[in-house]
């Protein structure tokens, strides 16, 4: 099971209190049943679209500032999962965010991030994720999401230029991060 392990990088979130890892995950079983076991071994799967998700670095700080949010009492949706969400659109539309990143539970490939209270925990949840059959894969850059986000996002030609990014997925990964903080710092 390295390769599971291999595949996912892991993050200290919400100011290491708890360990994420952000990977795409692809199951023979839906993902409603995987999310629901890992709960029960007492770590979260946050899932998205994964059409929409520009890098690891996107969903993860997304899930960061949702952590952040609920913790400092400054969470606007009822789970974690909308929450993150809300961060991954840098919107406070809750149906908004749903539309772009809510994934078919009923499926079986999401991009993800796994949170845990610590590395042992996600290490360890990484490998729960082999022994139910579920293929963890590197969540890759894509600069066919950021083209379909950033429009999504209405984010401007003039806005990328301004990042002075390498290419377009860094630019629009920087707009989208710019705009988290930004609703963040709004609530």
């Known amino acids: 099971m390295g390769s599971a392990l291999e595949a996912a990088a892991l993050y200290p979130v919400d100011g290491g209190r708890a360990c994420a890892a952000a990977f795409l995950l692809e199951s023979q079983r839906p993902l409603r049943e995987v999310a629901k076991l890992l709960e029960g071994r007492g770590c979260t799967l946050v899932l998205f679209r994964p059409e929409l998700v520009v890098s690891p670095l ?16 400054r969470g606007v949706a009822r789970s974690l999962h909308v929450e993150a969400f809300l961060f991954a659109a840098a919107t406070s539309e809750i149906s908004r965010a749903l539309e772009l990143f809510n994934p078919d539970m009923d499926g079986g490939v999401a991009a993800a991030v796994l949170v845990a209270s610590g590395e042992g925990e996600c290490l360890e949840a990484l490998r729960a994720l082999g022994e139910l059959g579920a293929q963890v894969r590197p969540l890759p850059r894509s600069e066919a999401a950021a083209r379909v986000l950033a429009r999504e996002l209405e984010v401007g030609e003039s806005e990328v230029e301004a990042t002075y990014a390498a290419d377009f997925v860094a630019a629009v990964e920087k707009c989208v991060l710019s705009r988290m903080t930004l609703e963040f710092l709004s609530r």
């Open 58 to 73: 996107h969903l993860v700080a997304a899930v960061d500032y949702a952590l952040a949010a609920r913790r400092l009492g």
